[in-house]
């Protein structure tokens, strides 16, 4: 946007211009502060801080010496694709590496809107374009300062961060029930597979005819650009596998890798490195194949249901199947006799069923709430887009 294309009362202002760094030191060994925050208490596009540390409760490093107060806006100068920004409620301590900023003038720049500026698309473009390094790549204070935006009149600005306001208190409504309602999934978990008085039976002693299990190809294929989708570990996760997929194989590489196994719709997938012991059903009916690291289940569905054996292995009892028999020390792995060797409930399939039909109906809830928050926090990026863009 030019100046000229600016309304009258908006002004086309550089970020230095309008907010400060805040650097006021603080030693935490000589201080009456009592917490502290690191960039792993900082949650990605959540402006809310909802964990801590306490000073005093281990060695914090030198770096932690930069005091913040309620109202500032912190910010990550680390991989800022992470979009760490936060707005303190209270004082603390942080390090160096997390900016303290705040306006300059509030009758410039109202401190209500800094953080939602900060979260705009524009100014994350921005960051991460400016940021140096590779392995653990970090902004400077000074490649921030030149970002330019529009920026409105004092009672637009108000406007703005007013209805951002509103959206963000209804996000927060929205996860308060999201946390309830995964308590309530956790409670009908722990009811149905952590029952001591529950015959459980090793998947190997079930025979081969009820649960087969293989894993992935254990030579990296030929990879093209498109094509059939092959998935990594880093593909599973919270019992759900992520379809946008970095790698490829060809149709031709596809049908060599699944000569003796070829995965298919309702199978379970469970990952035996690393961030081991996540299932995750096959949702599609479609071709895609997958490393070594993953192992695949399948179930004969007259005697167990592949969903209740996913959602045993997502609960607490399953996973402490997988702290059993996880092996090494620099990284932990489960291998395909190992799994093998899980010990599972089987209750009459008529049982099984009414503990899926429960599970998946709370299930159900949780997703529902999951894609409202998504839509809300669509919403709110929307808001100050379109507030900050400014009349043309």
């Not at 399953?318 to 899980?342: P, V, Y």
């Amino acid at each position: 946007m030019h100046e000229s294309t600016v309304k009258k009362g908006w002004a086309r202002v550089v970020f230095g211009d309008v907010v400060r760094q805040v650097r006021d030191r603080v030693d935490p060994e000589d201080t009456d502060l009592e917490r502290y925050v690191a960039g792993e208490h900082m949650d990605t596009d959540d402006l809310r801080i909802r964990r801590w540390g306490l000073i005093g409760d281990g060695y914090l490093g030198p770096a932690f010496h930069m005091r913040f107060r309620p109202g500032h806006v912190l910010y990550g100068s680390r991989r800022t694709y992470l979009r760490k920004v936060v707005v303190a409620d209270f004082e603390g301590v942080t390090a160096n590496t997390t900016f303290v900023i705040e306006p300059k003038d509030p009758k410039v720049l109202l401190p209500e809107l800094l953080p939602f500026v900060m979260q705009t698309e524009s100014f994350h473009e921005h960051s991460v374009k400016q940021s140096k390094g590779s392995v653990n790549p970090y902004v400077n204070f000074s490649d921030l300062a030149w970002y330019e935006f529009a920026l409105p009149p004092l009672e637009e600005q108000r406007r703005i961060a007013a209805a951002e306001q509103r959206a963000t208190s209804a996000v927060e409504a929205l996860k308060t029930a999201l946390t309830r309602v995964e308590d309530v999934r956790q409670s009908s978990l722990n009811r149905h597979f952590n029952d001591g008085r529950q015959a459980m039976r090793d998947c190997a002693a079930l025979g081969e005819a009820t649960v087969r299990v293989n894993d992935g190809t254990h030579q990296p294929p030929a990879f093209t650009a498109s094509g059939i989708p092959f998935l990594l570990v880093s593909n599973i996760t919270a019992g759900r596998i992520k379809w946008e997929v970095e790698k490829h194989v060809s149709r031709d590489t596809f049908e060599q890798l699944s000569k003796t196994w070829r995965p298919q719709q309702d199978d379970v997938l469970y990952s035996l490195v690393g961030s081991y012991g996540v299932p995750a059903m096959v949702d599609r009916d479609a071709p895609f194949t997958f490393q070594r690291h993953i192992g695949i289940i399948r179930t004969k569905r007259s005697k167990l249901l592949p969903k209740f054996l996913y959602w045993y292995l997502m609960s607490p009892s399953g996973f402490h199947q997988a702290t059993l028999r996880a092996e090494g020390l620099a990284q932990k792995t489960i291998t395909l006799g190992a799994l093998r060797s899980f010990r599972v409930p089987v209750p009459s399939l008529e049982r099984q069923g009414a503990i899926v039909t429960e599970i998946e109906a709370v299930q159900e809830a949780v997703s529902s709430l999951e894609r409202r928050i998504d839509i809300m926090k669509d919403v709110q990026r929307g808001l100050v887009a379109t507030g900050l863009r400014g009349p043309r």
